[in-house]
């Protein structure tokens, strides 16, 4: 597709103004109050499934040369320290830790803020990116989508309906198989939903020992072909199971992120990356059932344009 | 009470043991699936309340001087790099925001991990507090609690029952005003709770303009004579809106904190600080309904002894 | 003065194209090797004076509730760990230590680089602002300027000539008191000198136990109007003991630190920042002589604005 | 070696207690100020050559995967946001640009102080090594020597002596070849020189583009059996342009680094690191002369185990 397309699709999917010109939730304003009391009512056994990588320095799949740092730990107070009688306010075996952590929020598992990313240097909402500057995302921010991200969850298992442990790098999810995995898995798309794609690129990626053939190359995932099927269904959310969110290399002659620049700029819709889904599948095949409450908060940063998320399933 | 009177309260609350020597989860194991698949039954309405503070360099309360850093928020690229025209990768108006984050886990919401304190040189389990070195918590690091965080929640409202905007900064609260509130309430106490404990501190300090005289102070809480208490109840976690968890002074002669020595390293009991819960509050005194849905799951920060984390209260 | 007044000092001053279009020095252009070796003869002793503070998270001026923190140290490998038997990779006895520094570059002692200020939009050599962006300065940076800086030095002490232990906080230095001092001190001004002018600011707030009313609030300095003598002169750089260098308030109506859009911007002079000169005013009092080898090379950190520096004198 | 030779050597060439049982300088206190006189009479030309790399993420040669981290530039304000009309403060086209760096103290070029080094429990002049915690090192930290180091350089090129590009990664360096080079050089060693050790292996790592293979593996260097050359000649300060110091494997069967463990910790011997000698060769190699002024402040970063510096010798 090129620019004229883009524009195109923009003018089919934008949601500049549908909640008014001082919204800043997006496609978060789609979980109301009635499905989410919906999606509690989905918890049948209480089972609960983490969908975060662990935060650590070598366990995240950012290439640690890029500025954008994995997660660092550094302690200010130690059980050693304690123990070598050397820890002030100490008193005998009496003692603490404590500790400063510093990373990227687009390190580990996230959600993309609608300030993240820029197409004709607009943001979410006909807003000017120049409001992102070195003081941080001025509007836009995380803070207010944070607040929100209780839903029904869907998981679309397209490994398992394609009779593969991950999709091949160059795989395009198309509407056609969205459809048949909600036909397949006995669910309906509802408005408000978070869908969580699996294109078992992770597990390909950890499988493997490592993440160095991870992070920024080519990716399984969808194009902006996708986009207005989801804004059809009233999705809130979207997650996946990849580092880049969408198919990569997209085909755009232009631009590197096409389904960034139409899905976040003009959709508002959240977009969540690095979201480990296998263990959540393994259990989905088990029993059928796809369907779940969602759990998904991220840190309500100020100013940030992503926000590092701790995500689970409850079935 | 004295160091012999903390070691008999000890054997009377420890949990070392009691999942197993390997347990790295403490009273978290108490919230089990069919506790959790109750709590979800609780949401009627679908209303979600956070109970994070905005985490921004000033809106938390640490002491800045401290070497607990509040968060910073660095800019990795920005708009306006963008609107100049030198954003690396950027074509046209097209481009994006990324940043990096630094804080102390304890410097906005958070949960203590089971790796903070250390009585007797142990931590948690009988373990040695020297595995908390410069590398971090070998063990009862933050992650393994980290996935289950999704219970049972109950707000006893201690300022409302006492007809006080805020406790006042000695109140010490007693079993008795813990069991008034639930009886008050309407609800009774069961396995597995998160209990939101509100002194009103935060509120009291937020409404002044400034957390100046918040932390490292005296505050409202309760003490170790509390902890029986928690433990005959299978309490799985309880939180605060508070710094320092319990109340200061603690009476105690010879250590600051008892109720961290018993609680996190005897119980493996979860404590949360600085949950704001003031809008829960209210919600909850409009409706009368003191129990719901509760999610707080920190991120799984790898060897880290505290999880910051965007609590949520679904009702 | 008014921005006229600035504009018609402007064209008297500039630098702009003297040292080619390509130049990204300014004035340290002025230390030749010629005057580097003069420099090295004026070494008598052998004495040799710190002029830095000592940096750390408390010592140093900056109000920690900025963004420029101060300096932040956090280990990586510590002796306790050694001890406890924990540290990866020791030996019995034998491990080491290791760390990490965060830290603004502008926190304590440092050198104001040609990328640090902005006027009209424009900086050193007339030179785009656009160039520093998030990714750090393109052009300008400190590191030309880095590996320039060992030179001659004169202290010029203006409280000990005026006989006081420090300059008044509206206290401005003018050309006679400068002229009078070189007298007084019977030394003369060369081209490429490093001029060190104290004004008693940083031992009068560290005399009173802090740095409360140190930074950001007003100082004692010079003015604009000073700024055509040290370039009829060839001053190669300036340094203070004061936070901010220039006279504050500034007396300009329209910006804050007119001293800095003039010299930093068109005369490309390079401006030092909390250099601490007590110790070596002593001596210079004791023993009368006020010119010296100085040695100041900051970091050379790519990209960067400012560079923290150690700095001294040699007698 | 074996650890009963090491042993033997650091009965040989201990200096603890010689400058006092309080001295946290070790052989810096070689550098007198008749030898300080001494070595500012050396500059003849006043040319000045850096020996440090330009600190940035990327050029410098730890292995970003590890713990130490490169230099990271974070922007506080930018001349962009100045551009854009955002940046607060700023007025019409004046404006500022602001920064925060982090790295470890090891990243680049530097000292290793006298806290770095641990053998038998013991850091230098017999202090327990437990004095280097979380809180870093309360004795033997950098600062008391930081402001010495203002000295007679000596460049040792054994890769020109040895008809070389740089030394092969399994050569050891041999008093007889230290013997050989000052001859050849025609200079002699004086108490209190600080020795640059040219072993070419920078040059040949960064002449390929890269430092893949440069820190962490083999490298030239010396072995334990020089350092009573260095302790019987007074030698203050030993550089070298390599990652680790001393020879790599080293040989000794127990312990990595037994250079550092005598050293640093018995000797009280500065070691530099990662110092650049390239540019500087080339120029003593054209005009014959090998000795020269040396300067080489390091930051002084309280609590410190090692210094950041931008070192230079001036001819």
């Avoid at 950012?62 to 100490?90: E, F, K």
């Avoid at 986009?227 to 999705?235: A, I, S």
């Avoid at 998904?296 to 992503?306: D, F, H, I, K, N």
Wanted: net charge negative; aromatic share 8%.
């Amino acid at each position: 597709m090129g620019d004229a397309q883009l524009d195109g699709l923009i003018r089919q999917v934008s949601n500049w103004g549908r909640w008014g010109s001082e919204d800043e939730r997006g496609t978060v304003n789609l979980i109301t109050p009635e499905r989410r009391r919906a999606a509690a009512s989905l918890v049948r056994q209480g089972a609960i499934f983490s969908l975060a990588i662990p935060f650590n320095l070598e366990g995240v799949p950012q290439l640690p040369v890029t500025r954008r740092i994995n997660p660092h730990h550094w302690m200010l107070q130690t059980g050693t320290d304690l123990c070598a009688g050397v820890q002030a306010g100490a008193v005998g075996g009496w003692g603490y830790a404590d500790e400063v952590v510093a990373m990227a929020t687009h390190a580990a598992t996230h959600w993309d803020g609608l300030a993240h990313s820029f197409y004709e240097y607009k943001m979410y909402n006909d807003r000017d990116c120049a409001l992102v500057s070195a003081a941080g995302a001025a509007q836009n921010d995380i803070v207010p989508i944070s607040s929100q991200l209780v839903a029904r969850g869907v998981l679309l298992d397209f490994p398992r309906m394609l009779g593969t442990e991950s999709l091949a790098l160059d795989h395009r999810i198309s509407i056609s198989e969205i459809e048949t995995a909600f036909e397949r898995e006995g669910v309906e798309s509802l408005p408000g939903d978070v869908l969580l794609m699996r294109t078992g690129n992770m597990g390909r990626a950890t499988h493997r020992g490592g993440w160095e053939d991870y992070a920024g190359t080519d990716e399984p995932g969808f194009g902006i072909e996708v986009l207005p099927w989801l804004q059809e269904h009233d999705v809130a959310a979207v997650a996946m199971d990849n580092w880049g969110f969408e198919a990569l290399p997209s085909g755009n002659p232009t631009i590197w992120l096409p389904v960034h620049a139409v899905a976040i700029v003009h959709m508002g819709l959240l977009l969540g990356e690095n979201f480990m889904l296998d263990a959540l599948a393994e259990d989905c095949a088990l029993d059928g059932v796809y369907e779940f409450l969602f759990t998904g908060l991220p840190l309500p940063l100020s100013g940030a344009v992503a926000g590092p998320v701790h995500p689970a399933a409850v079935k």
